[in-house]
């Protein structure tokens, strides 16, 4: 065996040391743009990402709630594949007609439905926000929404009622004047107001946004440029069945695609990567990894990979190194792999971005590891804490907490990402547990929190005298610290007072 002597080390291990802060390096000026895919030096990548976050190719993670809030803030959702190719194009399609929230007055859905002709509705149009009447006609008084939300947390009832479950109209602050609205060509508005009311969808109200003719409505068109922008999306796939796959994803709209892998320096990917870009299409974007090292990177980009995933045993749910004795400790890894991407940068002209996919605990980890030269991160854990993850939140102990469970486990069954090619491995199953079934403390909305994460980033970022990413790369200083240091480095010798954290 080879024996690499020096040591492979996580984010933990780490600090940043500040760099000058002048007076222009203020949070509001740092840039958060990131480039997602290959391209030429002087030129630009075919997506770029407001901020380098992207959501983890996991069940308890990415459905097209989490696509949605996501790619609203900026980031990219990777759909998860360990389903039914028809059910992974239909949460593509959601995310791709979705418009900020619409009012779906055609449904006919009255208090009195099941929450199953909501579903077949949904299905159908791939609205997220159904506009409920009291007697299901277009016309009627509007007395309710039903959203996303209600609909995975009562995908157990199928049978329940509308009325049971409905945001009601005395919690639409518009509605308090008792307005009925109308539709006319897939537009609804309320001629009372004579506008279109836009509404905080935070406090779960409706945006209401209409398809055709909203020109003719006295409408301010800034306040609507969020509204008809076609969100982003991705979706991972694997090394089985692409042919089938790939070609569905993109009849669907999805914008990019990633070959979903515990171990990606095979061949099984590149001749993915290879059958892809020779019969699909030369212009579809396909992510591959994860790997380690240099040769890993390497021999995925030059089977073509637009981007790579960096990162073996390193996932909060994972446990591929206990049971195969793969892995790398994931600062480690990243530093080798972003000198090797900058290497081929240098020699050919041609930038492929890195992700760091998994093991980020705290938020200044994503900071360390966009200063190690990671382009964007993929993160589970983070975004399974959240109210837009499709999993249940639950009251265990007396905090509540949301599901999280990876895709080596038993329940997420996604035996194609452990695949070794075993032609006898064709029954579904997984021969051994990679990944556990785990709670992680539920954290509230997705938007609030990335907001407080962003704020710190950004901070740190201005310690270092930076205000893009690519400054970040380039300019910060990283120092090892000893376990002695990381203690220093909490509350330490004190007695807190509220000891909650
Ligand atoms: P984390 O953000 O929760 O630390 O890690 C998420 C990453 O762990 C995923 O993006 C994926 O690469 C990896 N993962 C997902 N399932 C498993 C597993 O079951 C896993 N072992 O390692």
Redesign the pocket.
Known sequence: AIIINEVSRTFNEYLIIPGLTTKQHTPDIVDMKAPLVRFKKGEESAITLNIPFVS???QSVSDSGMAKALAKEGGISFIYGSQSIEDQCRMVREVKNYKAGFVESRANITPESTLKDVIALKQKTGFSTIGVTEDGSPTGVFCGLITGRDYRENRDSPDKKVKDFMTPIDDLIYAKNGITLTEANDIVWDHKLNTLPILDEDKRLAYFVFRKDYDSHKLNPNELSDAHKRLIVGAGINSRDYAERVPALVEAGVDVLCIDS?DGYSEWQKETIEYIKNNIGKNVLVGAG?VVDKEGFLYLVKAGADFVKV?VG???????REQKGIGRGQATALIEVAGARNEYFKSTGEYIPICS????VQDYHMTLALAMGADFL?????FARFDESPTRKLLVGGNYVKEYW????NRARNWQRYDMGDNNNNNNSLKFE??VDSYVPYAGKLKDNLEITLGKIKSTMCSCGVSSLKQLQSDAKLTLVSSTSIIEGGAHDVIVKDAKN
Do not use: K, L, Q, W
């Open positions: 983890s190719i996991m515990s994860n990162g390193g996932g909060s749910i994972c446990i591929t996919d998994g093991g980020i993929m993160m589970g854990r983070y990876g895709e080596g486990s990679e990944g």
